[in-house]
């Protein structure tokens, strides 16, 4: 099984099971995540760090921040740039800075040929989010990435599968009121799919309103294979093969 996001860091403690996980992304969401993203990934072989500044953080935009950022992101353990994207659930920096941001980091991961991680969070029943992060998406035309924690919006997705995209699915796929969640997992290509968990956000079901970790991506697995009429180990085929395509671990 592979995570393929993940905040290990944000973890008290990080459960590596080495002979469950084969391989875990760790998301770098700003410069300080990045560094200790990169220190895990340093000392674990099982584990990758990606390198970015998320959208609920760019109000640390600036000369300095990029430099910093671009420093960590030439290691040799960075497999992806992120996690990127926009909020506008949070709203914690201007829109115009969220796009600057994410239009700054589509621009790295295309110089550099690596993946990148996009959050998308919309407002509750709402789109505006979706539909600017598609929207940027297309202007850049970069190629390599991941929607990550798909939100189920048909456009955005679209969008980027078109591009060429995978689409990673989180524990909130298995929560009873996600039914646009599960809609999408139902028909977004298996060559395309993706599991996580965001440990330590997301516990999916039995274990939500816990903390999670990467172990749990079991759960989701399972209930994506059971949307699928996959078996258990197919499914766990599938997407460890899109992940290490993905990232190119
Ligand atoms: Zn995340």
Redesign the pocket.
């Known amino acids: 099984m592979i995570d393929s996001?993940c905040?290990l860091d944000y973890l008290e403690n990080p459960d590596l099971e080495p002979p469950l996980l084969t391989a875990l992304v760790c998301?770098g969401?700003n410069v300080e995540h990045a560094r200790a993203s990169i220190a895990l990934a340093e000392r674990f072989e099982n584990v990758y760090a990606t390198v970015g500044l998320h959208p609920t953080d760019t109000l640390e935009d600036s000369p300095n921040t990029r430099a910093e950022l671009e420093a960590l992101m030439s290691h040799p353990r960075v497999v992806g740039i992120g996690?990127s994207g926009l909020d506008y659930y949070w709203d914690a920096a201007p829109q115009e800075v969220q796009i600057s941001a994410f239009e700054w980091q589509l621009e790295q991961a295309r110089e550099r040929n690596l993946p990148i991680v996009i959050?998308t969070r919309d407002k509750q029943n709402q789109e505006a989010c979706s539909l600017d992060c598609a929207d940027t998406l297309e202007r850049a035309g970069w190629s390599r990435g991941i929607l990550?924690c798909c939100n189920g919006h048909v456009k955005l997705i679209e969008t980027g599968l078109e591009l060429g995209f995978y689409i990673s699915f989180a524990g909130n796929l298995t929560y009873k009121n996600a039914t646009a969640v599960q809609e999408a997992a139902r028909w977004v290509p298996l060559e395309r799919l993706l599991v996580e968990t965001?440990a330590p956000f997301l516990a999916p079901m039995p274990h939500r309103g816990k903390p999670n970790k990467p172990s749990l991506v079991r759960h989701t697995l399972e209930f994506l294979a059971g949307l699928r009429g996959l078996s258990f180990e197919e499914m766990e085929r599938v997407t460890d093969e899109n992940a290490r395509a993905c990232f190119e671990i």
């Open positions: 996001h905040h998301i969401a996690e959050h990550h965001d």
